[in-house]
């Protein structure tokens, strides 16, 4: 061995010995707590949910329950109230995703523009989503108000007034009013987060697509949809799933009302918690909302894997 390979021999040595953060635990140490907080925090309700699911267990006595199987998801699919519930629901979440996420993509582009008072403009725009739910929903009722609301004071000036201002108390009306005031605090988030993709698309391509010729909508269509399309797909997600769970606002403003027109899958479950009593079917209604959930992000990772194969072409 030459004096060369002797000096480098505890080196190699050395470098073979590996440091107690560089072991092949380390991963799982790090992830262990938030493992841990999950399993005991959602994993452990969300077992006991689907326990209660199958049995008859009424909110006054907890402890007292009755194994019956399926009898509950038979009862609720069988009910044309639940059928209705979820047909509102649908109604709810797609509009609440498309116009929060159309509305975001709309701002979005305006405030991507050079303008005088921009960084002011910005700055306002995030006030709706910085406003806790309460207060949206107390704020939305006032205004709705079929004595002194501004909204009926506007609707009657320019003709389209509500017989008699009710407007939360009309089953047509109630609904697309509580859809407003939703996508009205959701639209802010997904225009901030749409604002900060689109500053991410390359000058360069833009610059060479005008340079081509392309008009904005060949442009936007060819350049900047292709890069944002990913944050859009996400934000349609996230705003799917919120809009599922969507409680305080709806309750507050109509409660599931008038004659169920509002009722969606979390006040259909608040009701029969709480005011039938009957956790078991509550519990069932609400692994629905579990499945559909789940449905939801299967699907969206379908679509997301079949995009990423047609890109790699």
């Known amino acids: 061995m030459t004096l060369l390979e002797q000096r480098r021999a505890p080196r190699t040595e050395a470098g073979r010995r590996r440091s107690p953060l560089g072991s ?14 999950i399993l005991l925090f959602q994993g452990v309700p969300l077992a006991q949910e ?11 006595n907890p402890t007292n329950s009755t194994w019956v199987g399926l ?6 699919f069988g009910d044309e109230d639940f059928r209705r519930t979820l047909r509102t629901t649908f109604v709810y979440v797609v509009a609440c995703v498309a116009g929060s996420v159309g509305a975001g993509l709309l701002v979005a582009l305006l405030l991507n523009r050079s303008f005088r008072g921009r960084g002011v403009v910005r700055a306002l ?4 989503w910085a406003a806790p739910g309460i207060a949206v929903a107390l704020i939305a009722t006032w205004m709705l108000n079929p004595q002194y ?12 007034g509500v017989p008699g201002g009710a407007i939360l108390d009309s089953s047509t009306y109630a609904l697309p009013a509580i859809l407003v005031t939703t996508v009205w605090q959701l639209f802010p988030l997904t225009s901030v987060v749409l604002l900060s993709a689109l500053q991410a698309v390359p000058r360069d391509l833009l610059e060479a697509a005008t340079m081509d010729g392309a008009g904005r909508w060949w442009t936007f269509r060819a350049v900047t949809w292709q890069v944002i399309k990913p944050t859009v797909g996400l934000l349609a997600l996230l705003m799917t799933i919120w809009s599922i769970r969507r409680f305080e606002l709806i309750w507050l403003m109509t409660k599931g009302g008038p004659v169920g027109s509002t009722e969606t899958l979390v006040i259909d479950l608040y009701a029969q918690a709480f005011d ?8 069932a209604i609400g692994m629905v909302g579990v499945v559909i959930s789940l449905i939801v992000i299967a699907g969206s990772r379908l679509v997301t894997r079949a995009a990423e194969k047609e890109g790699l072409r």
């Open 149 to 160: 609301g501004i909204v009926n004071r506007f609707l009657d000036a320019v003709g389209l």
């Open 71 to 76: 009898e509950n998801y038979v009862d609720i």
């Open 24 to 37: 092949r635990w380390t991963p799982y140490l790090f992830l262990g707590p938030a493992a841990i907080f």
């Open 276 to 283: 039938s009593k009957q956790l078991g079917t509550a519990a």
């Open 50 to 60: 689907v326990y209660l699911s199958f049995t008859r267990t009424s909110l006054l």
């Open 125 to 128: 725009v995030t006030i709706p």
